[in-house]
């Protein structure tokens, strides 16, 4: 049984090119991990910083408005 790379190396207008390369599943992670490391410069550092740009923001956060809360009467009767 093979792992496949399916990092893509290429975009096309009609699809993606992948890399494809295929590595034995002997149970581990290492030659997979050593061939992103390598050949696609990926790291477990890079995913997560690249991950981390992804997490949804807040609505406050994302169209960057500062609310001002009722005086306390509008609040009251709200």
């Given at each position: 049984?093979?792992?496949?790379?399916?990092?893509?190396?290429?975009?096309?207008?009609?699809?993606?090119?992948?890399?494809?390369?295929?590595?034995?599943?002997?149970?581990?992670?290492?030659?997979?991990?050593?061939?992103?490391?390598c050949?696609?410069?990926?790291?477990?550092?890079?995913?997560?910083?690249?991950?981390?740009?992804?997490?949804?923001?807040?609505l406050?956060?994302?169209?960057?408005?500062?609310?001002?809360?009722?005086?306390?009467?509008?609040?009251?009767?709200?």
């Open positions: 049984m093979f792992n496949i790379c399916n990092v893509i190396i290429e975009k096309t207008t009609d699809n993606n090119i992948i890399c494809g390369s295929r590595f034995v599943n002997d149970g581990s992670t290492g030659n997979m991990e050593n061939h992103l490391r050949k696609h410069d990926l790291s477990e550092e890079k995913r997560q910083k690249v991950q981390d740009k992804f997490i949804q923001q807040t406050h956060q994302a169209i960057k408005v500062n609310i001002k809360p009722h005086k306390e009467s509008k609040n009251n009767e709200i």
